[in-house]
């Protein structure tokens, strides 16, 4: 009986020995960590050509809106790449012409009602304004209150860059970069927008209803809004002090990101100092 327990013993302790060691958990490398730095150049930049930025705000049952669809395509074209055009669907609750069609896609946004805190609500659309300082509902004036702009100093700089888009999540990471290149004595802050060219849908004319008018530059969603790059002045903003920034966001599954559009810009409270944009793809 102790022989059979000797060699029972024995067997258990060769069976435990045979286990297989459990494997080794190797984690995948994740994506890299988003940015939020600034820093002082050793040497300022070259300030950028002056990129305006110029917001028209609209509507779908706005008959003149698309004089001013119109106005802006024009600045657009006369400028190559000094003028970037945001079309802003403030909300039926702002003003009627911009209450979307029954059956239509809604282009509204709260941002419109955000910006109106900022520059003031206008007495009525189409209303168009550049850097947020020179704006009327004329759109026979745009054109010039967008070369005023384009002839203002410009302190700062703008880039862009999309760091990655993931087609199966649909995550945009990108990030954004502004240079002080004078020094600017007074608050600063940033902000993001996402736009949309090439959508199909139903606009008012003076003469009627179109069925398939093609709406460019609609505003879809803003990202980031008037966030303040150096509060109470830390860092100062001296010639040289770079902020740079990198995000992560989630685009809507019925955007299509072939048609959208990227744009970051720096401003003071009110005035935009230099706008950039970029197509995502």
């Given at each position: 009986?102790?022989r059979?327990?000797?060699?029972?013993?024995?067997?258990?302790?060769?069976?435990?020995?045979?286990?297989e060691?459990?494997?080794?958990?190797?984690?995948?490398?994740?994506?890299?960590?988003?940015?939020?730095?600034?820093?002082?150049?050793?040497?300022?930049?070259?300030?950028?050509?002056?990129?305006?930025?110029?917001?028209?705000?609209?509507?779908?049952?706005?008959?003149?809106?698309?004089?001013?669809?119109k106005?802006?395509?024009?600045?657009?074209?006369?400028?190559?790449?000094?003028?970037?055009?945001?079309?802003?669907?403030?909300?039926?609750?702002?003003?009627?012409?911009?209450a979307?069609?029954?059956?239509?896609?809604?282009?509204?946004?709260?941002?419109?009602?955000?910006?109106?805190?900022?520059?003031?609500?206008?007495?009525?659309i189409p209303?168009?304004?550049?850097?947020?300082?020179?704006?009327?509902?004329?759109?026979t004036?745009?054109?010039?209150?967008?070369?005023?702009?384009?002839?203002?100093?410009?302190?700062?700089?703008?880039?862009?860059?999309?760091?990655?888009?993931?087609e199966?999540?649909r995550?945009?990471?990108?990030?954004?970069k502004f240079?002080?290149?004078?020094?600017?004595?007074?608050?600063?802050?940033?902000s993001?927008?996402?736009?949309?060219d090439?959508?199909?849908?139903?606009?008012?004319?003076?003469?009627?209803?179109?069925?398939?008018?093609?709406?460019?530059?609609?505003?879809r969603?803003?990202?980031?809004?008037?966030?303040?790059?150096?509060?109470?002045?830390d860092?100062?903003?001296?010639?040289?002090?770079?902020?740079?920034?990198?995000?992560?966001y989630?685009?809507?599954?019925?955007?299509?990101?072939?048609h959208?559009?990227?744009?970051?810009?720096?401003?003071?409270?009110?005035?935009?100092?230099?706008?950039?944009?970029?197509?995502?793809?």
């Amino acid at each position: 009986m102790n022989r059979l327990v000797v060699i029972a013993f024995a067997l258990v302790i060769v069976m435990a020995s045979c286990e297989e060691e459990p494997l080794p958990i190797i984690e995948k490398e994740g994506p890299a960590p988003l940015l939020d730095s600034t820093y002082q150049n050793a040497s300022v930049s070259a300030p950028q050509d002056k990129v305006v930025l110029f917001e028209d705000f609209t509507g779908v049952r706005c008959p003149t809106c698309p004089n001013g669809h119109k106005a802006l395509k024009d600045m657009m074209d006369a400028n190559p790449g000094r003028i970037v055009g945001v079309a802003i669907h403030p909300g039926g609750t702002e003003f009627n012409q911009a209450a979307p069609f029954k059956d239509q896609e809604d282009y509204n946004t709260q941002w419109g009602t955000q910006i109106f805190t900022i520059i003031s609500k206008p007495n009525g659309i189409p209303y168009g304004i550049a850097d947020r300082v020179n704006g009327s509902n004329l759109a026979t004036q745009w054109m010039s209150q967008a070369d005023a702009q384009l002839a203002v100093p410009n302190p700062a700089n703008a880039e862009l860059r999309v760091i990655s888009f993931d087609e199966s999540t649909r995550e945009l990471r990108f990030e954004v970069k502004f240079e002080v290149t004078s020094d600017i004595n007074e608050p600063l802050f940033f902000s993001t927008v996402i736009t949309e060219d090439s959508l199909i849908g139903k606009q008012e004319y003076t003469q009627g209803e179109y069925e398939h008018y093609v709406h460019m530059h609609v505003l879809r969603d803003m990202p980031q809004f008037a966030l303040n790059l150096n509060p109470g002045n830390d860092p100062p903003a001296t010639a040289g002090r770079v902020f740079l920034k990198q995000f992560s966001y989630t685009m809507p599954e019925n955007w299509n990101v072939e048609h959208c559009n990227l744009i970051a810009y720096i401003h003071k409270p009110v005035e935009v100092i230099q706008a950039a944009e970029i197509h995502l793809k």
